[in-house]
């Protein structure tokens, strides 16, 4: 299991700095952290900020735009970010199958395409707040959804720990999970909804774990990674 960690701070210099502050972890262990920018640091620092983050070192980057819009509009957003020297994107699986079988079939195309992989149901979603939106079921539809992404083609979803293990039953162990709401430690779930911790993430086979504010807002940020790190 790999550890993403959100880069969801106020300003450029703060995901530097925490940057900074893991300098000290081991290479080894530094092939299991992930970067993620997402939109807040995207919107804000753009292509340059990306560059900049990856000056750190020699983390994988995972971009976090979740895409979702037509067809021909996600495919071509998806080829601009299949040049950004990025290791693994988002999008909705609610996009569709339609978009979702060009975006992948378009993998094949691209020299050094990242992974794409497809938000399932957010993790700030509870049963009741689900059914208002999608007038479905919040675990069967997950599944729905993930079956359609996998014969869509695309590398894996995002979704919560709690269907993780289903999610792989009826896709495949090789279909990626990847789970935030994850509270590592028991910590504060803030707005997630369906959140975990570590031992849970790995006990329901997530390929990677996302995690933000239990990080980026610890005192000692470097303290919470390892710690983080022993268990993975
Ligand atoms: O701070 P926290 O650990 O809750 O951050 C979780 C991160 O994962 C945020 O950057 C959020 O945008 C992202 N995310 C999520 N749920 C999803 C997809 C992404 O929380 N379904």
């Known amino acids: 299991m790999k550890l993403c960690i959100a880069l969801d701070n106020p300003t450029l210099q703060e995901n530097c700095n925490l940057l900074r502050a893991l300098d000290s972890i081991s290479n080894d262990k530094k092939e299991k952290i992930w970067l993620k920018i997402g939109l807040r640091s995207f919107i804000r620092d753009g292509i340059n900020g990306l560059e900049r983050v990856k000056t750190y070192g020699n983390y994988r980057i995972f971009l976090d735009l979740k895409l ?10 998806i080829t601009e970010c299949q040049k950004l020297g990025i290791d693994m994107l ?8 339609e978009a979702m079988k060009m975006i992948a079939d378009s993998k094949h195309k691209a020299a050094n395409s990242p992974l794409i992989v497809g938000v399932s149901a957010l993790t700030s979603f509870d049963n009741e707040g689900f059914a208002q939106i999608y007038n479905a079921q919040l ?7 993930s079956s359609l992404a996998y014969k869509a083609g695309i590398d894996g979803v995002v979704c919560s720990v709690q269907e993780s293990r289903a999610i792989k039953r009826v896709t495949s162990k090789d279909f990626l999970t990847i789970t935030p709401g994850v509270r590592p430690f028991g910590e504060n779930p803030q707005d997630q909804k369906r959140v975990a911790s570590l031992q849970d993430a790995l006990n329901a086979q997530s390929d990677f774990v996302v995690i933000g504010r239990p990080i980026y807002k610890a005192e000692n940020p470097l303290e919470v990674v390892s710690n983080i790190l022993e268990v993975l």
């Open 139 to 145: 675990f069967s539809h997950t599944l729905k959804l």
């Open 68 to 77: 979702y819009d037509i067809p021909n509009t996600m495919l071509d957003a």
């Open 90 to 97: 988002t999008i909705h699986t609610s996009c569709g199958f």
